[in-house]
């Protein structure tokens, strides 16, 4: 099974700083790998698909980059709505696995 | 508008059998693959796995986790989609979200609300 690994698994920021959140494949995925934010009691939604590419009606400041085992989420200025956990996923081969998430909390 | 809605969770003992389903609305269900994710409480998201469309054989595979207990349905004409679990443990205990692929890159590109299972005795 391919292992992603996230980090930092949790940040403090303030509004308005650019946030990065790294996602490490344990081999190589290409560019099978997708963003999802998950406020508390509610779904994830889906960010970014197949590494860069901005899913519909999800705001610019959000970005995604990355090929083969290194990823990046990218907040381009953190705005109060983006307090929240972000996960990666590798859809690169079966079984599909995410990373532990990311928890982003206010400064 | 895109929707899925789950139900059928509850509290069942170990052992037991129960079944969900996620109702589409919004979309023709029979174009696209469904996956199943579940998030027990206060922790991360485990793929359970999905159901690709009948034109690609609906073909289904399961994390390791759930294979030979787990059973992934589709009624296309009803546009619903079930989760039959079998020989349920503690550690399935999770929230159980339906949703919908992408088709880009394996994306899941709408969630159903989820719906609660805890197997306990």
């Known amino acids: 099974d391919i292992q992603m690994t996230q980090s930092p698994s949790s940040l403090s920021a303030s509004v308005g700083d650019r946030v990065t959140i790294t996602c490490r494949a344990s081999q190589s995925i290409s560019s099978y790998l997708n963003w999802y934010q998950q406020k508390p009691g509610k779904a994830p939604s889906l960010l970014i698909y197949k590494a860069s590419g901005l899913q519909s009606g999800v705001p610019s400041r959000f970005s995604g980059s990355g090929s083969g085992t290194d990823f990046t989420l990218t907040i381009s200025s953190l705005q109060p709505e983006d307090f929240a956990a972000y996960y990666c996923q590798q859809a690169g081969s079966t079984p599909w696995t995410f990373g532990q998430g990311t928890k982003v909390e206010i400064k | 508008e895109v929707q899925l809605v789950e139900s059928g969770g509850g509290l069942v003992q170990p052992g037991r059998s129960l079944r969900l389903s996620c109702i589409a609305s919004?979309?023709?269900?029979?174009?696209?693959?469904l996956s199943w994710i579940r998030q027990a409480p206060g922790e991360g998201l485990e793929w359970v796995g999905f159901i690709r469309t009948k034109a690609q054989g609906g073909i289904t595979e399961y994390a390791a986790s759930v294979k030979d207990r787990f059973i992934f349905s589709r009624d296309d004409s009803k546009n619903i989609a079930y989760l039959q679990m079998n020989s349920l443990k503690t550690e399935d205990s999770a929230v159980y979200f339906c949703?919908?692929?992408?088709?880009?890159?394996?994306?899941?590109?709408?969630w159903g609300q989820g719906t609660l299972v805890t197997v306990s005795s």
């Open positions: 949703t919908r692929d992408g088709t880009r890159s394996g994306d899941l590109d709408n």
């Open positions: 919004g979309f023709t269900l029979g174009d696209y693959t």
